[in-house]
């Protein structure tokens, strides 16, 4: 498992163009549920200032 975390670090690191991102399993529910609802520009965060804020709010069922 480290060297695969080693080796997409070194990959990102030689192509500016490739970002990753770690997230938690809640966060991963919630960008689903963006998905699944159209959003192309996902929201991260759960802040009311966020867009799509109330699929972030309200996930339900997951």
């Known amino acids: 498992m480290r060297r695969f975390h080693q080796a997409l670090s070194e990959f990102a690191a030689c192509n500016p163009w490739f970002f990753y991102y770690y997230?938690?399993?809640?966060e991963m529910a919630n960008l689903v549920r963006q998905a699944e609802n159209g959003i192309t520009q996902p929201a991260f965060g759960t802040s009311s200032a966020t867009p799509h804020a109330e699929l972030l709010n309200n996930p339900g069922p997951i």
Do not use: G
């Open 23 to 26: 997230v938690t399993a809640r």
